[in-house]
């Protein structure tokens, strides 16, 4: 590949696949072709040009998942313009915040969101039909983009205080983009799912700027809990996906299999091949009559569970974001779809580790990618450094001097361990180490990750112990199986307050933190734990829009029910 812009790669591609469909919806109520996308883009890129959008300005995005966003990305980025993505579940302050950050005058959005940008000098809103130009010559502007040039602003989620603006380059981008492929190989012709939050960088890696550089089908769900529908409607060659998907869909595979006249002998097989997973993964030989047993299991029933889920023709499956539970990524091995989990941030485009499809270690993030360098620090903190790496935070010269030092290095605020197969373990954040009244360290993501590992029932967990004598923790019903459960058990309640009252719940779910703590170290145990009543939604007071825990405001907002763990029994 030897352009060294995205803008440049867009035409390239629109250029060598003029037929082959760049976006569509599921049931192609629209379907564009990249020629068709690029006319679009041109289009609208007239359009802003007329307003005034001229090379190096900020223009805002606050669109859903659906074929406009790429069609409104591409054209502002043609202009030599940043555009930038809003998060849906934003209040009025955060994207005044955000704006004013930025220093935007222009946003394209929806009727929905319009209100929330109203401050701005143009807000285009799609309903109303955005402004084109068709006769508009962009070819002088798309090859005045250089590589230096903004290609985005991704804001992070704000977990400790407001966001920053990460700067990220036209050459991170290139240079992300080839490193992810170098390990994974896309398919010609190669299929994804846009369903992420567009504010997020792993969805405009994943679902955006590697589909421009390998010419993918982009297919758009704008609701992402319809996303497992769209799986077996799209057959994507690569999906990626937060570690609470992969937990769903096991948990109703696991069901589904368990029921019917064939419900004991699949239990059996799924045991068979989890087994065989823990061989290969100890680097032990399968025993024959496991492998024969499990090859059995695979034409009898996994090749057909594989379609059944529209992973069939997955080149590679990922998990990012949070740790995913071993249960879960060795389900998904044992049934022969070998997900993989993966580490990158904003600040790197997303890129750094990734575990090979074909040599995957579970438990680890992989090694590092092509052309990325890593190393630890001397408390163990994992530093980076490659062409992916922002150029810093806007308006934040003091924060970018404390995450990039004068020899390039990235200090990630990751806690993490490097095997000596070069395999990455992330141990945690930081900033976020418990360490209890006795001065023991613990992560307590891990905590959280075996905790929702163990039981179906929790789909939130947030553990409490920093200075604290014992672990505790406070758990939110999963607001899809804990009714299923109810019903299936005799509980007539279907809300999830109700159910978190109720004491045939509180009981399952202590099962579960029970079987936990088997698999934790005596101190990492949860010794109490309180269910709320209700659930955490993105955005939320609880979660970021990519469901990272806001542990302050939780302490804050639960003080009382976490001092109540504390008190004596």
């Not at 807000?123 to 985005?152: K, M, N, S, Y």
């Not at 997020?200 to 700027?209: C, L, T």
């Not at 197969?421 to 900033?431: A, F, L, P, Q, T």
């Not at 045939?504 to 170290?521: I, M, T």
Request: with cysteine; aromatic share 6%.
């Amino acid at each position: 590949m030897e352009e060294t812009t995205l803008a440049a790669a867009f035409r390239r591609t629109a250029r060598d696949h003029p037929d082959r469909v760049a976006v569509r919806t599921k049931d192609d109520e629209i379907s564009l072709t990249w020629s068709a996308l690029r006319d679009r883009v041109d289009a609208l890129a007239g359009g802003l040009a007329r307003l005034g959008v001229r090379r190096g300005d900020r223009v805002a995005l606050m669109l859903a998942n659906r074929p406009e966003f790429h069609i409104a990305d591409l054209a502002v980025m043609t202009l030599g313009a940043t555009p930038f993505s809003i998060y849906l579940t934003s209040s009025r302050e955060q994207v005044d915040y955000v704006l004013g950050d930025a220093g935007a005058r222009v946003a394209l959005t929806e009727e929905l969101f319009a209100p929330l940008l109203s401050g701005l000098e143009h807000v285009l809103v799609l309903e109303q039909g955005w402004p084109e130009d068709p006769g508009f010559d962009a070819e002088p502007h798309w090859r005045a983009v250089q590589p230096e040039d903004e290609v985005t602003l991704i804001y992070t989620s704000g977990t400790t205080g407001p966001p920053k603006g990460v700067q990220l380059v036209h050459r991170n981008v290139i240079a992300a983009t080839g490193s992810v492929d170098s390990l994974i190989r896309f398919p010609e012709g190669s299929r994804v799912i846009s369903w992420l939050p567009s504010a997020h960088i792993a969805e405009r890696m994943a679902h955006h700027y590697l589909p421009i550089v390998y010419a993918m089908t982009i297919t758009c769900c704008p609701n992402p809990r319809e996303v497992a529908a769209y799986l077996p409607a799209v057959r994507p060659t690569w999906f990626f996906a937060v570690p609470r998907i992969w937990e769903k869909l096991r948990a109703g595979m696991e069901g589904y299999l368990s029921q019917g006249e064939n419900g004991a002998r699949n239990r059996e097989w799924l045991a068979a091949a989890a087994r065989k997973v823990e061989y290969e993964q100890a680097g032990e030989p399968v025993p024959a009559d496991l492998a024969a047993t499990v090859a059995e299991a695979d034409r009898e029933l996994f090749a057909g569970v594989r379609a059944m889920l529209g992973l069939d023709e997955a080149a590679a499956v990922n998990a990012g974001a949070a740790p995913t539970p071993r249960e879960v990524l060795v389900f998904f091995h044992a049934i022969g779809i070998p997900l993989a989990e993966l580490w990158g941030m904003s600040e790197t485009c997303g890129a750094g580790c990734c575990n090979p499809p074909d040599r995957v270690k579970i438990g680890t993030v992989g090694p590092a990618t092509p052309g990325v360098e890593l190393k630890l620090g001397d408390d163990g903190e994992l530093l980076m450094r490659s062409q992916v790496v922002m150029t810093g935070y806007r308006n934040a010269p003091d924060k970018t001097a404390e995450a990039l030092d004068g020899d390039g290095w990235l200090h990630t605020g990751d806690i993490a361990q490097i095997d000596d197969d070069g395999y990455v373990r992330i141990v945690d954040r930081k900033k976020e180490i418990i360490i209890n009244a006795a001065g023991k360290n613990m992560s307590p993501a891990n905590i959280e990750s075996t905790l929702k590992g163990a039981s179906a029932l929790i789909g939130q967990a947030c553990v409490i112990g920093d200075r604290r004598p014992y672990n505790s923790a406070l758990i939110v019903l999963d607001a899809d199986f804990a009714p299923a459960w109810a019903a299936q058990n005799g509980v007539e309640a279907t809300e999830l307050a109700a159910l978190a009252r109720d004491g045939r719940v509180r009981a399952a779910v202590q099962h579960g933190v029970d079987k936990a703590n088997d698999r934790l170290a005596r101190v990492e145990r949860v010794r109490r734990f309180t269910l709320i009543e209700g659930d955490w939604a993105p955005g939320g007071d609880e979660l970021t829009p990519t469901l990272k825990l806001k542990r302050r405001p939780i302490a804050q907002k639960y003080e009382a029910a976490i001092d109540a763990m504390y008190e004596p029994s």
